[in-house]
């Protein structure tokens, strides 16, 4: 059964902070995988990752992909409180996007 | 261009009632996907359209169903509501399938409450 994984399942950081959200997955079919955040409703797109190895980075966040061991993280350096959110990691199989529970984010002033 | 849009934003429904939920694609969009999101999950996928075909199923019984329009546009229909169908609704669309990966693009959802 095809199933994304994502730890830690809540995280509660102070500005500034440095933080590491993991995905792993266990899928038949790769195609990409993808994170998002979802504040309120909609999840909005922030990167997706179809090679190894190459960083993708849009200001303080970042996230890389190991097809090898079937994981991927999301950094966030600098962390503000606008960045509470919920992360969302989903992989593209082909034909359905399957995504993890989430990791909720809260950043204190 | 214009986001993707959904509606209604909320609705409350009666048990064993039926409802329709709308979405409008981005522009230049022509695949759509419906996902449910329960409280504390992930989206689950419903289905795809893709060129008014359905093109991929979730694991949903089949009073969850849905069309898509000429003009990419798509419903999703829910019969016979039953309790834990209250959920967001979640539509996304996404360019042309061309065989390589390709992002989705989220609308604000609509919120069921099945009563």
């Known amino acids: 059964e095809d199933k994304v994984v994502q730890s830690p399942l809540s995280l509660v950081v102070h500005e500034g902070d440095t933080v590491t959200l993991n995905c792993s997955y266990e899928?038949?079919?790769?195609?990409?995988l993808l994170w998002y955040k979802q504040e309120k409703k909609a999840p909005t797109f922030l990167f997706m990752l179809t090679s190894s190895g190459i960083e993708k980075k849009s200001g303080r966040l970042s996230s890389i992909l190991d097809k090898k061991e079937l994981f991927s993280i999301l950094n966030i350096t600098a962390t503000q409180t606008g960045d509470s959110a919920v992360y969302l990691c989903?992989?593209?199989?082909?034909?359905?996007?399957?995504f993890g529970t989430g990791t909720s984010l809260t950043v204190i002033p | 261009e214009t986001g993707v849009t959904q509606s209604p934003t909320h609705l409350i429904k009666t048990r064993g009632q039926q409802v329709t939920l709308r979405c409008s694609s981005q522009s230049g969009h022509n695949t759509v996907s419906w996902y449910q999101q329960a409280l504390g999950q992930g989206p689950q996928f419903i289905f795809q359209y893709y060129r008014e075909e359905e093109n991929g199923r979730g694991n949903f019984p089949p009073r969850f169903s849905g069309l898509q329009f000429p003009n990419y546009s798509s419903e999703l229909n829910v019969n016979a509501l039953e309790l834990d169908d209250s959920a967001l609704y979640l539509c996304?669309?996404?360019?042309?399938?061309?065989?390589?990966?390709?992002?989705?693009?989220f609308g604000p959802g609509t919120r069921l409450t099945v009563t």
């Open positions: 996304a669309s996404s360019p042309a399938r061309t065989g390589t990966a390709y992002e989705q693009y």
């Open positions: 899928v038949t079919n790769f195609r990409s």
């Open positions: 989903a992989v593209d199989t082909g034909n359905q996007f399957y």
